[in-house]
Structure formats: C-alpha cells, structure tokens
Antibody, heavy 119, light 110 residues
Framework: QVQLVQSGAEVKKSGASVKVSCKAS????????MHWVRQAPGQGLEWMGR????????NYAQKFQGSVTMTRDTSISTVYMELSRLRSDDTAMYYC????????????WGQGTMVTVSS | QSALTQPPSASGSPGQSVTISCTGA?????????VSWYQQHPGRAPKLMIY???KRPSGVPDRFSGSKSGNTASLTVSGLQAEDEADYYC??????????FGGGTKLTVL
C-alpha cells in the first residue's frame, strides 16, 4: 500500500532554514510527481511546488521561488523540501502529497510535519 | 495566483444535501477540467474526494459528487452523515505547472 512518511516536528529560529523529508513506499517512486502543501495554524491549504522524482525537475509557486528547494534521493525513495530565511509566518504544517498520475490531483498525503519558527 | 473563493461555512441536517461552491477564473477553474476536492478532519491530513471535476476515487461514497459551470466548481454532499462534518478544500490546476487551493469551507452537520 502507498505510504508517505514524513520527518518529525521542527523548531527553528527566524532566519534559519529547515529541511523536511518524505519517504515513499508501496509504489514506483520515480513514476509520480510529489508536491508540497502547507497549512498555517487555523488556515487553509497552500500549494508550494512539486518535484519530478525521476528527473529532479521542479516547479515552484511564485511566492516561494528563491526560498524553497525541493530535491530527491532515488536510492531511498525520499523527497525533501528545504525552506530558507524562515519567518514567523512560515510556522505551519507541511505536507507532501503524491500527484495522481497525470490527473493533477493529490491522491496520497503524508502525515504532515509541523515547523515552528520562533524569534 | 489568487486563492479560489469558497464560502467559509456550510451546514445541513442529517439526510439533507449541501453544496459548496468554488469560484475561480478562466485561467484556472474555467480553463481546465482539473478541479479536485479534499476533505480534512481536525488534526488529519487532507483526503482526496473528487478529481477531474466529477470523478470519485475508489472508496469514496457516491454521496459525494462534483460539477463545474464556467469559472465555478461545486461539491455536493447528499444524505449528510455526522462523519461528513469536516473542512473541504477545492483545488484547480492553473496552467504552467501551477496549482491553487480554495480558502476552505467548514461543513457542519446540525
């Protein structure tokens, strides 16, 4: 069965960087794009970008260009999302989500990683 | 890219039907048949309920249905049940490898 398991909660200082991992299992890792979505406390979902685990190619939402980097390690079926120059409004739950083939929807989600940014 | 517009709240009694709207633009909802809907219970990850405007993944009850007209998509939940109480988010492909979510709707089962 498809599983996406994310790394644990993080607490960071303003201006620092954070790197969240998402380990995939139960399917061919390189066959499906992986997206990152975040949710600030009490707020809605926000799309951040995606990575092609096969090629490593990325597409980022304009808001996050210059501050987010998505990478992958095919040897361990894991994608990473690094967010730099953290601010307090980056405090959020970060989810990885698999893209459903070519259907542009997100069919499996990780459990989420809470990132807290303190000053 | 602006967020899609959803009503903040919706409600209905058990057994009734409720429809949640999701309004975008011709560059997203109106331009592609790639609207999806997600259900999120408190403290849980979102769950895919509808994709490609009106298709249901395996395991999603047929009480959930989706449609689209112009720049507005809709999710209808028929035969409301207590477990349907959750937040619902629409999402649309917005071209050029971009996606956009709606602000979310809190569905209350009275």
């Amino acid at each position: 069965q498809v599983q996406l398991v994310q790394s644990g909660a993080e607490v960071k200082k303003s201006g620092a960087s954070v790197k969240v991992s998402c380990k995939a299992s139960g399917y061919t890792f390189t066959g499906y794009y992986m997206h990152w979505v975040r949710q600030a406390p009490g707020q809605g979902l926000e799309w951040m970008g995606r990575i092609n685990p096969n090629s490593g190619g990325t597409n980022y939402a304009q808001k996050f260009q210059g501050s987010v980097t998505m990478t992958r390690d095919t040897s361990i079926s894991t994608v990473y999302m690094e967010l730099s120059r953290l601010r307090s409004d980056d405090t959020a739950m970060y989810y990885c989500a698999r893209e459903m083939g070519l259907l542009k929807a997100f069919d499996f989600w990780g459990q989420g990683t809470m990132v807290t940014v303190s000053s | 890219q602006s967020a899609l517009t959803q009503p903040p709240s919706a409600s209905g009694s058990p057994g009734q039907s409720v429809t949640i709207s999701c309004t975008g633009a011709s560059s997203d909802v109106g331009g592609y048949n790639y609207v999806s809907w997600y259900q999120q219970h408190p403290g849980r990850a979102p769950k895919l309920m509808i994709y490609e405007v009106s298709k249901r993944p395996s395991g999603v009850p047929d009480r959930f249905s989706g449609s689209k007209s112009g720049n507005t998509a809709s999710l209808t939940v028929s035969g409301l049940q207590a477990e349907d109480e959750a937040d619902y988010y629409c999402n649309s492909y917005a071209g050029s490898n971009n996606w956009v979510f709606g602000g979310g709707t809190k569905l209350t089962v009275l």
